[in-house]
């Protein structure tokens, strides 16, 4: 029997709860809250990634009766609050969720907070600024024609922005990666760098000299430069319904020079500087201080992992059995240990100077990870990175993960023919940014395990890394929140709290917020500019796809062409399907 706890879709959505600390002292010295946000999936089927976003907020402080304040709100976007009247309207397609109004922004991904502000973001959406108190949804960023559509819409068209932006406390600004999945046909532009004030329009740049990429998901700024990778994502091919052929082994990361930018009209075109990493990515770092001119880049590999093989309850697993309904949503988390690895890059040359990557037995599925971002010098120069993850259930391969990735033909770190046939625990591990060495780890009992983790500062805190690790612990029962000291994770929580009706789903990204808000600038999109802006773009977005469509026949034709000429001419038929 799988050993992972089955607990991961069931319990409850919005709500208030008030955990009791059940053993240990949680600290009185943090302050300020936690916030995660992920989808609302309250049973199991289909996509765990196809539900609209949760977002909750655990403070940090015990309440005058000692217990922990949680408050669970759901994302309430104009689409959103149609669907909830409406249902009938809205499809969902694999964790795609469509309707007449186009392609619903389920605001399900990230949380990113600026200035004391907070944006959830989705990778097929804009992001959407909420309460941080209230939870209340506010606005989104940009008016719908403020941005790249990838498809048109008469309210929401699909706008992709990788999820993460980068918050550049640096500069003051946030930027992002906004482009078309669909490959351009007539040479226009699908890839654009966005940058916002705050409180203006976005700007936009057209991007050249990236390769071809599945999609994005994550870029971060240094005091320099902005720095993305791409995700592998296959969302186009399992949309249409295509064999699945495996993932890219490799990174493409991707640098932009921010005083290129500064020297470049809005709209004009700047080149990217693109390097290939071995082994794929999830997320990335990347310290604001750059010394001697190079950028340390910290990548959270992905080697062998599938976003896109969902566990299906009774589908065969590997080795025998079926994948038991309980699962059925989740992703196939990494089948590999949780990697780091670091780089240090001349961003002019795009050479990579060093690397190195840290692993640990131990760890293994790694999920999410968190560190330090609540001062200046804490993300000058990152010392510590906290990750979590769920291990390794030998039980829970899907036949299809093995039929794509289990010749061990791709980048990896242990060989799918030496993965343990025996259950490793899920995990919290600390790894040394510096010494590359993954110094500590807390594993968990009995399926559980941590994520999201989230790094909370000390009050008074001597330096960057001072603090605790807070994390929600799913397990069969009730739900936990755990608080570990972060220079000692191998010691276990320093307590644990909970309640009996604790039961949130499995979400995905956490902050932290300091307890300092600061007034809000007046920035809204009134619902009514937002719609005049997705209606007046359709004629030129139909123009568009007509002319890409037109482009995309000639290819054809073009091809067809050749393989005919090759094939008179004595040529044997290529091996692979002619497009
Ligand atoms: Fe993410």
Redesign the pocket.
């Known amino acids: 029997m799988a050993t992972l706890t089955t607990n991961l879709f069931h319990g409850h959505g919005p709500g208030d709860h008030r955990l009791d600390v059940v053993e240990g002292h949680w600290p009185d010295d943090m302050l300020g809250d936690v916030y995660v946000v992920g989808p609302d999936k309250r049973r199991p089927g289909g996509h765990w990634f196809g539900e609209r976003g949760l977002v909750m907020r655990i403070s940090c402080r015990t309440d005058s009766t000692g217990r922990i304040p949680v408050r669970s709100r759901v994302v309430r976007t104009p689409v959103l609050r149609i669907r909830d009247r409406m249902p009938w309207m809205f499809r969902k397609i694999a964790f795609a969720d469509v309707s007449p109004l186009g392609s619903t922004n389920l605001a399900n991904?990230?949380i990113e907070p600026i200035n004391g502000r907070l944006f959830v973001g989705y990778d097929a959406g804009r992001q959407v600024e909420i309460d941080p108190e209230t939870l209340e949804y506010l606005t989104p960023v940009g008016a719908n024609d403020e941005w790249l559509q990838a498809l048109p819409g008469v309210l929401e068209p699909m706008i992709a922005v990788a999820?993460?932006p980068a918050a550049d406390e640096h500069d003051g600004v946030m930027w992002f990666v906004n482009y078309t999945p669909i490959p351009s046909f007539d040479g226009s532009p699908t890839v654009y760098l966005a940058r916002w004030d705050m409180t203006g329009p976005i700007e936009r740049w057209p991007l050249t000299g990236l390769p071809a990429f599945d999609t994005f998901?994550?870029i971060k700024a240094s005091s320099d430069h902005l720095v993305f990778s791409d995700l592998p994502f296959a969302a186009a091919e399992t949309l249409s319904g295509q064999p699945r052929t495996p993932n890219s082994d490799v990174t493409q990361l991707f640098i932009v020079a921010k005083e290129l930018v500064r020297s470049t009209p809005a709209g004009q075109s700047i080149p990217v500087t693109a390097i290939e990493i071995p082994m794929p990515t999830g997320?990335l770092m990347v310290d604001v201080d750059e010394q001697d001119g190079r950028l340390r880049v910290f990548l959270e590999h992905i080697p062998l992992s599938d976003l896109m093989i969902m566990l299906t309850g009774g589908e065969a697993a590997h080795g025998g059995g079926v994948i038991p309904a309980d699962y059925e949503g989740l992703v196939t988390l990494a089948v590999q240990p949780g990697v780091v690895g670091r780089y240090l890059i001349d961003p002019g040359t795009g050479e990579v100077v060093e690397s190195d990557i840290a692993w640990d037995d131990r760890f293994w599925g790694p999920i999410l990870a968190t560190r330090d971002r609540s001062t200046v010098d804490a993300r000058a120069r990152g010392g510590r990175l906290w990750f979590g993850g769920a291990g390794f259930d030998p039980e829970l391969i899907p036949e299809e993960w093995w039929r794509l990735y289990g010749d061990g033909a791709l980048n990896h770190v242990v060989d799918p023919s030496d993965l343990p046939t025996e259950s490793v625990p899920g995990a919290l591990a600390t790894f040394d940014l510096d010494a590359m060495k993954v110094t500590s780890v807390h594993q968990f009992d009995d399926g559980a395990f941590p994520s999201p983790p989230q790094f909370v500062p000390r009050v008074n805190a001597d330096g960057p890394d001072d603090g605790y690790v807070v994390a929600m612990v799913h397990r069969d029962g009730p739900k936990e929140l755990v608080v570990f000291d972060a220079s000692h994770i191998e010691h276990g929580p320093l307590a644990r709290a909970t309640a009996a009706d604790f039961c949130p789903p499995l979400l995905l990204?956490s902050t932290w917020l300091g307890p300092d808000r600061p007034v809000r600038p007046d920035y809204r999109i009134p619902l009514r500019r937002d719609l005049r802006s997705a209606t007046g773009q359709i004629p030129a977005q139909l123009r568009a796809m007509w002319r890409s469509g037109k482009a995309m026949a000639m290819e054809k034709r073009k091809a067809a062409k050749s393989w005919s000429a090759q094939t008179t001419g004595g040529a044997s038929r290529p091996g692979t399907p002619m497009p």
């Open positions: 991904t990230n999820a993460h998901h994550d997320h990204h």
